[in-house]
């Protein structure tokens, strides 16, 4: 849902009244989507959460490039922050033993 919602509200600015409109537009066309229909953003929802699960268990470099480019979007960046947070708790913790 997460995948699919997000594609969906891509490149748009809605104010809140239409965000809710869209939002439950959007809703009711997932609830009638077929599972096969859904199943590729099932996939990909696996997929992301693999990708950051694996980036949990890496310790994080210093001056990392990536990580200090420009903002995405509010999820994607907020999802970064809490990664780096906690791959740079890694590197504290490695660097104390």
């Known amino acids: 849902w997460n995948i699919f919602q997000r594609e969906s509200l891509e490149k748009q600015e809605l104010n809140k009244a239409q965000y809710k409109t869209f ?3 959007l809703s009711h ?7 096969d229909d859904r199943e590729a953003y099932q996939v ?3 997929h992301e959460d693999l990708n950051k699960r694996s980036l949990l268990e890496q ?7 990536p990580l200090m480019e420009a903002k995405e979007d509010g999820v994607r960046h907020h999802t970064r922050q ?6 740079l708790l890694k590197n504290f913790d490695a660097a104390r033993n």
């Open 23 to 25: 939002l439950k537009q």
């Open 29 to 35: 066309d997932w609830k009638a989507m077929s599972q």
């Open 44 to 46: 990909q929802a696996e």
């Open 59 to 65: 310790a994080l470099p210093a001056g990392s490039k």
């Open 82 to 87: 809490k990664i780096s947070h906690k791959r």
